[in-house]
């Protein structure tokens, strides 16, 4: 079955949520053993049964997927499905197209090479404030990055920036498959 045809059967038979989480909130419902509250899924969803399909660093934003269908959570998240999600990443510092040739043939991190991803410059995009606010360096410029990955390891894109020299300052992700974004604010969901 391919990835639209799952897509369309999740749509039909399980409850899909797209989610636009906000900066410093964790992706989990629960947070029992931080010694000092820290926000998670459960203040901004109030839907029984879902749980995210993937995770979101807490200094991440932007879209999550939450199922109450295991086989449809596990088919979003699993890399061996590869999925494309697409990041708006601002770095510090201003990055050429000849730059971005690592990303595109793919680099090895630490815990090894990595998948080719598609990169490249786009013009800052129109989003939200972030609070608290990026921090900015009046002697640095920065500048925004359209990365494209179809694998998902632990902090993966700030990763690949930092290896190339450009460290990420924000980054959002706006679209998993075919969900994306589009018109769902930060900290509110919608029916997928």
Request: glycine share 8%; no cysteine.
């Given at each position: 079955?391919?990835?639209?045809?799952?897509?369309?059967?999740?749509?039909?038979?399980?409850?899909?949520?797209?989610?636009?989480?906000?900066?410093?909130?964790?992706?989990?419902?629960?947070?029992?053993?931080?010694?000092?509250?820290?926000?998670?899924?459960?203040?901004?969803?109030?839907?029984?049964?879902?749980?995210?399909?993937?995770?979101?660093?807490?200094?991440?934003?932007?879209?999550m997927v939450l199922t109450d269908d295991g086989r449809l959570q596990a088919r979003?998240?699993?890399?061996?499905?590869?999925?494309?999600?697409?990041?708006?990443?601002?770095?510090?510092?201003?990055?050429?197209?000849?730059?971005?040739?690592?990303?595109?043939?793919?680099?090895?991190?630490?815990?090894?090479?990595?998948?080719?991803?598609?990169?490249?410059?786009?013009?800052?995009?129109?989003?939200w404030p972030r609070t608290p606010p990026v921090r900015y360096r009046k002697s640095?410029?920065?500048?925004?990055?359209?990365?494209?990955?179809?694998?998902?390891?632990?902090?993966?894109?700030?990763?690949?920036?930092?290896?190339?020299?450009?460290?990420?300052?924000?980054?959002v992700r706006w679209r998993i498959g075919d969900w994306s974004l589009d018109g769902?604010?930060?900290?509110?969901?919608?029916?997928?």
């Open positions: 079955m391919d990835w639209g045809s799952f897509q369309a059967l999740g749509k039909d038979m399980a409850k899909v949520i797209l989610f636009s989480k906000p900066f410093d909130v964790l992706s989990q419902f629960t947070d029992a053993r931080s010694p000092t509250p820290r926000a998670t899924l459960s203040d901004f969803i109030d839907v029984p049964g879902v749980y995210p399909a993937g995770r979101l660093d807490r200094d991440s934003e932007g879209l979003i998240a699993d890399p061996a499905h590869k999925q494309p999600k697409t990041y708006l990443v601002q770095v510090e510092g201003a990055p050429t197209e000849a730059d971005l040739v690592p990303l595109r043939q793919g680099l090895t991190l630490n815990d090894g090479p990595t998948l080719p991803a598609r990169a490249r410059l786009i013009a800052p995009p129109d989003l640095v410029p920065d500048t925004w990055i359209e990365v494209i990955l179809r694998e998902g390891r632990n902090r993966q894109v700030r990763r690949m920036t930092a290896a190339i020299g450009f460290p990420t300052l924000r980054l769902i604010e930060p900290g509110t969901w919608r029916d997928a």
